[in-house]
């Protein structure tokens, strides 16, 4: 049975991660005036905020124990945002504002994960970049870091966390991970994680399909799939898959500017409804796309991990530009937000916008249904298997048993349903690791567990059945 809040071992190994569901210029304006306008016409929420001040006063002046304010006023900031219970509106400290910008553009050091807080536990936010030392581990979105190099992570803040987990290229950090019933243990080595959302390739069975996976929508993701597709175009693309399978979103200026290039001009892109119930519309334009189209045969793949800027993308070939989607329902936010810098180095981000589908659908929390079903196999979801010690015959847990169906789909003869590391598990590991060039111990050190989910997700990509259901649509054309 799959577990659809687990993402297949193909998708952590080519996804990257949530960068931050923004808006472009026009909405950071929008947002701006209206909070100031809102302030000076509403005396009564100049009220509300004295009482904050008078309170802020009362603890610096009379608390008879140390007051960090720094900590007090960002206590108080990020209390507002969590009262509006929106989980894509939130305050974000300088650390935390910092590790936003960063993962919009350019590079930096540490595991490739963007972390979150759930239930005061730090929380993984969305699939590892791609290739980082995150997503070689195993990890996934809504992981729970209950240790930091043995040190507990309950009663940090993310800050605390985030800069004990980041640190220079070469070092290492270990993780103790919760995942659902599951507790384990991974040693990472701290790289340079490069940012970059684009890659294409030709199709290695059909090289007149060019092959294009978007893990995000960044700074520059517009201008890299212009690039990728004028490279595909010149080594004999005639048709394009685009992959969207767990990109979480990213910058609406940027999805709006790569959906006009599939459109007609003057086809609608999105729709936009403000909290007073005013509508607006983005359309395909030459101002959007500077005049780059696409008009080969083109599919779209999504999955549930398919959220924000590309259900847009998706929503618009489909419904303006009659394109298959093709996959998994996704995720459904059909939210914008936007980022304010609070002139200290601190952000909020806040959601001012519903968005709309061309044909004036709201998504948000249901999702976009594809125009053909597809998915990967059930093994796709299984579990990386845990790294806090080297398993051996003799072994009974439930770490154990995810080994024995990873195996069993890797063909080797063992029982999926069996807790037990027996005769048959150490036969089958003996034989993969024979067969990989590994030491042959018949036991399961960190080495051999990449090795497993490394053929885990050589053969998921060999069964990818909605990819292999893109070409199959553009091979009719």
């Known amino acids: 049975m799959k577990n659809k809040q687990q993402v297949p071992f193909h998708q952590y190994i080519i ?64 209390g507002m945002t969590e009262a509006l219970e929106d989980p894509y509106s939130s305050y974000l400290n300088e650390p935390e504002a910092d590790e936003l910008d960063q993962s919009l553009a350019g590079s930096f050091e540490g595991i490739g994960a963007t972390m979150t807080m759930t239930d005061d536990l730090p929380t993984v936010a969305q699939a590892p970049i791609e290739g980082s030392p995150a997503a070689k ?54 790289d340079t994680i490069p940012i970059e959302t684009v890659k294409g390739e030709l199709d290695k069975t059909d090289r007149t399909i060019g092959s294009i996976k978007i893990t995000s929508f960044g700074e520059n993701t517009y201008q890299e799939l212009k690039n990728t597709i004028k490279t595909l175009r010149k080594d004999g693309a005639k048709s394009f898959v685009i992959d969207l399978r767990q990109n979480p979103g990213g910058l609406l200026n940027q999805v709006e500017q790569m959906a006009s290039m599939f ?26 796309d500077g005049g780059f189209k696409v008009t080969e045969p083109t599919v779209v793949l999504v999955d549930e991990g398919s959220a924000s800027a590309s259900e847009i993308f998706a929503a618009a070939l489909k419904e303006s530009g009659n ?36 044909n004036g659908k709201w998504i948000h929390e249901k999702g976009l249904e594809p125009t053909i079903k597809a998915d990967y196999p059930d093994y796709a979801y299984l579990s990386p298997i845990s790294r ?7 072994d009974s847990s439930p770490v154990v048993k995810n080994v024995n169906a990873l195996l069993q789909a890797l063909d ?21 690791q024979a067969s990989t060039g590994l030491p042959v111990t018949g036991e399961i050190d960190n080495e051999t567990a990449a090795q497993i989910e490394l053929e885990i997700g050589k053969k ?17 054309k």
């Open 15 to 78: 996804s990257i991660v949530c960068v931050a569901f923004l808006v472009g210029g026009g909405s950071y304006i929008y947002f701006d005036y209206q909070y100031k306008k809102q302030l000076a016409d509403n005396p009564a929420r100049s009220a509300d905020l004295k009482k904050v001040d008078n309170l802020y006063s009362e603890i610096i002046n009379n608390y008879v124990g140390k007051v960090d304010e720094k900590k007090l006023v960002d206590g108080a900031l990020k």
């Open 388 to 394: 806090d010690k080297t398993l051996k015959q003799g």
């Open 323 to 358: 394109k298959k989607i093709i996959g998994t329902k996704t995720f459904g936010k059909g939210t914008v937000q936007t980022v304010k810098n609070l002139n200290d180095k601190s952000e909020i981000k806040l959601t001012v916008l519903k968005w709309l589908t061309p």
């Open 263 to 288: 459109l007609e001009d003057g086809k609608p892109i999105i729709k936009f409804e403000d909290k007073n119930g005013n509508t607006s519309e983005e359309v395909a334009s030459s101002k959007l």
């Open 460 to 476: 998921i990509k060999d069964n990818d059945q909605a990819y292999e259901a893109g070409l199959k649509e553009l091979q009719k």
């Open 412 to 432: 080797y003869e063992v029982d999926a349903n069996s807790s037990e590391f027996s005769e048959q598990t150490q036969t089958a590991v003996s034989k993969l």
């Open 137 to 190: 581990a195993g990890i996934k979105a809504n992981d729970t870091v209950l240790k930091v190099d043995d040190e507990e992570t309950q009663g940090k803040t993310l800050s605390q966390v985030v800069s004990k987990i980041r640190g220079k290229k070469g070092t290492e950090v270990r993780l103790t991970i919760a995942r659902g019933e599951e507790t384990f243990e991974l040693k990472l080595t701290r």
